[in-house]
């Protein structure tokens, strides 16, 4: 469940701010500002970490925000880029996806899964592809999940997570279960799989195995 945050500069620093960003866990939705570095490329100076835990940028002459770039070093994130157009001031807002390593806390739907090209040797993995889940409602419309992530280089292992604020309603069968598909995206083109149900609160696919394999030759358009 999402909340609202507000930004606290210190007073010391308040008519000199250029902008900040804050970092929130996707899965928890708390403030991450520990273990990465943030850099603002087209700026001089380097960020200061508030008591609010929020990055902030001072003002500086002839200031141009190129990009935005998270590097999350051994954290369980997946590193993030945000291109200089896509800056909101005085606050912008990233959140961080939880890679395959996340320790996930009892209470979390979703599921762990690897995507390769096809099921006939050699099984090769697809790398990079952003996947997000997508779930059906108590009216049968189909939504988006509020985060994505990226197939792992090498290995094409993803995790994808269902969060869903306090106003939105899925349908939910007998056994507790939300009818969900996995969306692909890659070089431009969009697939997702059949209906698979998932158990609320549970990383897992409760009829088949904890991991499942894709086929991106096997989604449907």
């Not at 997508?134 to 049968?140: A, C, E, H, S």
């Not at 292992?157 to 604020?165: A, E, M, N, T, Y």
Request: hydrophobic share 35%.
């Amino acid at each position: 469940m999402s909340t609202p945050f507000t930004v606290q500069l210190e007073k010391s620093y308040e008519r000199q701010v250029l902008f900040a960003v804050e970092l929130l866990d996707a899965v928890t939705m708390t403030r991450v500002s520990q273990g990465v570095k943030v850099v603002a490329e087209g700026l001089q100076g380097k960020p200061i970490v508030n008591a609010s835990g929020c990055f902030v940028w001072l003002i500086e002459n002839n200031a141009t925000i190129q990009k935005i770039s998270v590097e999350t070093g051994v954290l369980p994130y997946e590193d993030q880029e945000l291109d200089g157009s896509q800056v909101t001031r005085p606050l912008t807002r990233l959140q961080l996806q939880p890679t395959v390593e996340y320790p996930f806390a009892a209470g979390i739907t979703g599921l762990r899964g690897t995507l390769i090209e096809r099921n006939t040797p050699p099984r090769e993995p697809v790398a990079g592809a952003e996947v997000h889940l997508r779930w059906l409602d108590d009216n049968g419309n189909w939504n988006d999940a509020l985060t994505a992530s990226k197939t792992k280089d090498k290995s094409g292992d993803f995790v994808s997570i269902l969060r869903l604020d306090p106003k939105q309603k899925p349908d939910i069968d007998a056994s507790g279960a939300v009818t969900v598909r996995l969306q692909v995206t890659r070089n431009g083109s969009t697939r997702s799989s059949n209906n698979l149900s998932l158990l609320q609160g549970r990383i897992t696919d409760p009829t088949v195995l904890n991991t499942l394999t894709f086929a991106w030759d096997e989604l449907q358009p």
